[in-house]
């Protein structure tokens, strides 16, 4: 089994499902059965909330593709730290 331990998922402000499939099918092509994924989202937006509930419902999709990683801005201070 091959897992990617570090893949950011998304566009900066707007993601799709095609974008789900499009990543599976480069894993697929990669031989990658597993990719552990974080939200570009959730860094560079001051509100972490919005991209890593999709990462949340990417892994509740596809649980045997994917594992989701949180992902926080320290420098987002008290926001980071409630995330």
């Given at each position: 089994?091959?897992?990617d331990v570090h893949v950011?998922?998304?566009q900066w402000l707007n993601?799709?499902?095609a974008e789900v499939?499009?990543?599976?099918?480069?894993?697929d092509a990669s031989g990658i059965?597993?990719?552990i994924v974080n939200s570009l989202k959730a860094l560079v937006e001051q509100d972490p909330c919005r991209g890593n509930k999709e990462v949340f419902e990417i892994v509740c999709?596809?649980?045997?593709?994917?594992i989701g990683m949180a992902s926080?801005?320290?420098y987002h201070g008290e926001i980071a730290e409630k995330e």
């Open positions: 089994m091959i897992i950011h998922y998304g993601t799709s499902k499939k499009t990543l599976m099918a480069k894993m059965d597993v990719s999709q596809h649980p045997e593709r994917f926080v801005n320290p």
